[in-house]
């Protein structure tokens, strides 16, 4: 089974993790923004290669991956409908900064355009939502709570993003910066 994928995406850390603690071996292939819209369909990463029978078979988004690697462990890809919900916030949150940050490269800024300003809004509203959670303090951490996680070190390793106003946030990521799968795939 082989990941694509660069060190630094979140969509991507998530799925490391999950194989981390799946103990299932894997090939962390590093990709590039290039390759990857040579090699996937969707032009992004994650995606993930894997023989099945006498045919190679490919993942091409984090949540399908994810649901698999989970299956595979003989766990549940989200049981819990709130759970679920908190899983596809933070989804829209990372792809909302995300396309921002891209964005940005372009000299395509909130300043320029009404939709990027509502795009801009949308992060302060989510992270005010998700700061309302009750988070797990210690592992095991759900799936909506790492991809929370994945979310705010993303947009704080690439400062785009404060969390000194969201203290119950601050407190969740401080202790699964502390959980070994999390801290070891940190962005570098
Ligand atoms: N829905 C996708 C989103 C993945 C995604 O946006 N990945 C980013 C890297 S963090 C990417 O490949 N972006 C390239 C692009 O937007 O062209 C998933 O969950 O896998």
Redesign the pocket.
């Known amino acids: 089974m082989e990941l694509y ?2 060190y ?5 850390r998530h799925c490391r993790i999950a194989l981390l603690e799946s103990g299932m071996q894997f090939a962390f292939v590093e990709t590039d ?1 290039t390759s ?2 040579k090699l996937s369909p ?6 993930l290669k894997y023989i099945e029978g006498d045919k190679e078979k490919m993942l ?6 994810l649901k698999s690697i989970r299956e595979q462990s003989g766990k549940v890809f989200f049981s819990d409908n709130d759970d679920f919900n908190n899983y596809c916030t933070a ?1 829209t949150l ?2 909302t900064t ?2 921002l940050f ?1 964005l940005e490269k372009e000299d395509l800024t909130p300043a320029k355009s009404p939709y990027l300003t509502r795009q801009q809004s949308r992060i302060a509203s989510g992270l005010a939502e998700l700061n309302k959670l009750t988070f797990s303090k210690t592992a095991l951490f759900t799936d909506s709570e790492l991809r929370i996680a994945c979310f705010l070190d ?1 947009a704080l390793f690439r400062n785009r993003i404060t969390i000194d106003a969201y203290l119950n946030l601050k407190t969740f990521l401080d202790n699964v910066r502390n959980y070994p799968q999390f801290a070891s795939t940190a962005p570098k």
């Open positions: 994928g660069s630094t995406s979140p969509f991507v923004a990857s819209a969707t032009k992004k990463m994650p995606f091409t988004d984090s949540s399908a991956i989804n990372l792809d995300i396309n891209y993303w």
